[in-house]
């Protein structure tokens, strides 16, 4: 079986009808096989989108989509707690757990482990698969030479993200409202105003951060679509897109077309430059480098 | 309340029973804990020594197996806890699920704490690793209000043990890749956040400038003293404007509201800084020492003078404990 495409959980503080047309036009448009919905970042956005949450999944079900319910990253509160329960309790969908405590209420039952938990090792997923895992999607910083061996005790299916900006951290402090002199609990939502993130530079000007309400995210965007074929060579099934505001109907057909052979690296990588014009493409994580570099050589196959 | 004190060094070790630990945490030489900096820890004779100094002064000691096992490498840590258990610590401090469930099974009798690098925030979790691998004391991340710990501390089978002192991160603990996004290594699995080998200094137009993997992290004016470019203490600039965006280089002081964490229900504090110097640790235990013992009186303002001047920039904070913080 070929790889699979999977859409992550958009990160960003969309408003609903962007994020409702957005997901519309996936389902109809997209080739992307999974497609993971829900807020991870920050509780407080979630009830904006939660109106139009029903008629997407059912929109991307009848487009044949697998549907995942993405959990929050980092709870704290008594309401983020219960809601973290319900979700797990749900018997309709699937769901990712990207928090210890919800992947505890999901045992006994198929489920998909988040990039948001520490899986650094085959005996790390190995535990959770025997609570029912299916799939973990690895956290973003790990390196073909960890990868490799996880893939090979093939104890559950393995998802790398590979396009987008990739998730560095996560706080229980706000930053874009601590960059706006708010807190936390008047925020007044100025994450929306920042749809790919706020980008974060150094004193002398350097752009190496973006910020997303608790998050930090990196600068660059993950590329890894000259790398796809020997991840998948280790036994990597599903490769995951961070939805950014590109084209990600476009960019997920040229994800695809890679993967099925029709264009070669170079190709995908020219469609993908003409895409995201403003990008600036990364891949150094996966080869063991300073996530922000860009390796051009190919990936060691770690044999 | 325990008092729980950071030994880099056996000479950092004997200050901080000197000082009045109860108990000292320690790592070894290498990369299976949080702390591995150049000329710090523990060799495992040098722990055995330690272990022999701590139990002649009825004090307890902690070993820190606190990153997350590299796969392919596993066996560096495996062995690790398999010492630990031989030297008969008083507990291994683990934070990876692989290495729990390996010591769980492995080492049936050897205590474990859950390392503030599991970034375990919430009952459900923490009853998770309390009931898969028999966890018996949690290091509370430093995300949660104190109301939020007196709220949670009911609701767990285990004992929980919180900073009281030290370096604070503003990110969520163990779960944060900024300084492996710049310089390549993982804190989570080589132990060493910002770490040194990539720091650099130089004068620039009368500044000296403090860089990260060459990335600008902060600029002193000559007459402040040049801090540590830990990234995410660092100015940067957003929105056009340049700021301590995620934190300030500041420590978390803890001194004003012990009242407050022992009410909270927390069993043990937590002096941080296993990098730091035997000053520092007879200082800040030794003030914590008397704080504990001694609470109201004379002794408590000249206390928490001392803290001040041994805080990072001579700034503290509450930090998440205080909801404003957020």
Known sequence: MTARLSLGPVFFHWDAATLRDFYFRIADEAPFDIVHVGEVVCSKRAPFFAPHLGEVIERLKSAGKTVVLSSLALVTSERERREARELAAQEELLVEGNDVGILAALEGKPHVVGPFVNVYNAATLGYFARRGAIRACLPAELPARSIAPIAKEALAELEVIAWGRLPLAISARCFHARAHRLHKDGCQFVCARDPEGMVVRTLEGEPFLAVNGLQTLSYTWCNLVCELGTLRGFGVGVFRLVPMRADMVAVAETFRATLDGRIAGAEAMARLEKLAPEAVFANGFVHGRDGRAFVEAALGTYE | ?326
């Open chain 2, 1 to 326: 309340m325990e008092l729980v004190c950071p030994a880099g060094t056996p000479a950092a070790l004997r200050t901080a029973i000197e000082a009045g630990a109860d108990t000292v945490y320690v790592g070894f030489r290498d990369e299976t804990n949080a702390r591995n900096f150049p000329g710090l820890n523990f060799s495992r004779d040098e722990l055995a020594a330690g272990l022999a100094h701590v139990r002649r002064h009825g004090r307890k000691l902690y070993l820190a197996v606190n990153t997350f096992a590299r796969a392919g490498d596993e066996a560096i840590w495996h062995r690790a806890i398999d010492d630990a258990a031989a030297l008969g610590v008083d507990a291994v401090i683990l934070s990876d699920i692989g290495l729990l469930d390996y010591a769980a099974r492995r080492h049936p009798r050897l205590r474990l704490h859950l390392s503030v690098q599991a970034a375990a925030s919430h009952a459900d979790a923490i009853r998770f690793y309390h009931e898969a691998f028999g966890v018996r004391r949690v290091v509370l991340p430093r995300v949660l209000t104190v109301p939020d710990i007196a709220a949670l501390t009911p609701q767990i089978p285990v004992e929980t043990e919180v900073f009281a002192f030290g370096g604070m991160c503003p990110m969520a603990e163990g779960r944060c890749s900024l300084s492996s996004y710049l310089t390549g290594q993982s804190p989570n699995t080589v132990g060493a956040c910002s770490p040194a080998s990539h720091v650099s200094y130089s004068e620039e137009n009368g500044e000296t400038v403090s860089r990260l993997a060459g990335s600008v992290i902060n600029r002193f004016p000559a007459d402040e003293p040049a801090g540590y470019p830990t990234l995410c203490k660092g100015r940067f600039v957003a929105g056009g404007e340049a700021s301590y965006l995620f934190e300030e280089p500041t420590s978390l002081n803890t001194a004003a509201i012990l009242p407050e964490l022992r009410a909270a229900g927390v069993a043990a504090l937590k002096i941080e800084g296993r990098q730091r110097g035997r000053a520092y640790v007879r200082s800040v235990v030794g003030a914590f020492r008397r704080l504990l013992d001694g609470e109201a009186g004379a002794a408590r303002e000249a206390d928490v003078a001392e803290l001040r001047q041994m805080a990072e920039g001579q700034r503290e904070t509450a930090g998440a404990y205080q909801r404003r913080w957020r």
